[in-house]
């Protein structure tokens, strides 16, 4: 396979998990047989899952700003 068409199909199977999974799955369904076809598509949703997921990620590891008063000693107001 070249890499144009690879990138190509890449690229929309990212666009497509982001935007619509529905279509994709579709896609995915209807071309298992073809793998030049399949595959790239499969790489580009698990590419979009693995950078949502990542990104998640850091929203959760940020504390809030109720852990930092805590952290630095300033007792809230009563």
């Given at each position: ?12 199977g ?24 399949s ?12 950078e ?27």
């Amino acid at each position: 396979m070249d890499t144009a068409r690879y990138t190509k199909l890449f690229n929309f199977g990212y666009f497509l998990s982001k935007n619509a999974p529905k279509v994709l799955n579709t896609f995915v369904k209807a071309a298992k047989d073809v793998d030049w076809i399949s595959e790239p598509l499969k790489a580009g949703e698990a590419q979009y899952k693995r950078e949502r997921f990542k990104s998640r990620l850091k929203g959760i590891s940020k504390p809030s700003g109720m852990e930092k008063g805590k952290d630095k000693g300033i007792e809230p107001e009563m």
